[in-house]
T-cell receptor, first 113, second 114 residues
Framework: DAGVIQSPRHEVTEMGQEVTLRCKPI?????LFWYRQTMMRGLELLIY????????DSGMPEDRFSAKMPNASFSTLKIQPSEPRDSAVYFC???????????FGSGTRLTVV | AQSVTQPDIHITVSEGASLELRCNYS??????LFWYVQSPGQGLQLLLK??????LVQGIKGFEAEFKRSQSSFNLRKPSVHWSDAAEYFC????????????FGTGTQLKVEL
């Protein structure tokens, strides 16, 4: 089991550019979550999917953020256009049907300059 | 809405000493409770979880936690801390269908003195 795989590990981009973060969940995990971690706000849930369907996107900051899960093996989080305040570590986590806890990926550290 | 409070931002203990990290939650129903640990540059790793039944739960790496409904607490303990336990620890409460949507506390940074 390779765990939850996120790419890239680090991303540095200029303000205004499009950024795409990727996540490969653990096979058999029906839930997928995108979290953002910053010093100021801690861990924030952005969106989560169940069986590839978005269930709750109330944490997505604004329309610049979008997430997709086209199949059970892949999800993306896109920011367009990016801004310096988007700089954070973005985590993908997956889980089986409840009541199991999450398995986190190693995160993508995004820096927008 | 649910919430989690970790009142200690930083804690320093000597290696071999006992450890207790505090966690208080706010949730209307029976909570699903979790403790995670995060090492620098890494994702979060699940230490233990509570859903129901025995209020004292055992986890990995020698950690345990006790659920106290009357105090709305779920404190994490370890009898003897090792230098490798230095990390950040997060308490979380779950809601939604089966507790899968987690709300995290702000974390407690643990430093271990040799």
């Amino acid at each position: 089991d390779a765990g939850v795989i996120q790419s890239p590990r680090h991303e540095v981009t200029e303000m205004g550019q499009e950024v795409t973060l990727r996540c490969k969940p653990i096979s058999g995990h029906d839930y997928l979550f995108w979290y953002r971690q910053t010093m100021m706000r801690g861990l924030e849930l952005l969106i989560y999917f169940n069986n590839n369907v978005p269930i709750d996107d109330s944490g997505m900051p604004e329309d610049r953020f979008s997430a997709k899960m086209p199949n059970a093996s892949f999800s993306t989080l896109k920011i367009q256009p990016s801004e310096p305040r988007d700089s954070a570590v973005y985590f993908c986590a997956t889980a089986r049907a409840p009541p199991y806890g999450y398995t986190f990926g190693s995160g993508t550290r995004l820096t927008v300059v | 809405a649910q919430s989690v409070t970790q009142p200690d931002i930083h804690i320093t203990v000597s290696e071999g000493a006992s450890l207790e990290l505090r966690c208080n939650y706010s949730y209307g129903a029976t909570p699903y409770l979790f403790w995670y640990v995060q090492s620098p540059g890494q994702g979060l790793q699940l230490l233990l979880k509570y859903f129901s039944g025995d209020t004292l739960v055992q986890g990995i790496k020698g950690f345990e936690a006790e659920f106290k409904r009357s105090q709305s607490s779920f404190n994490l303990r370890k009898p003897s801390v090792h230098w490798s336990d230095a990390a950040e620890y997060f308490c979380a409460v779950g809601e939604g269908g089966g507790g899968n949507k987690l709300t995290f506390g702000t974390g407690t940074q643990l430093k271990v003195e040799l």
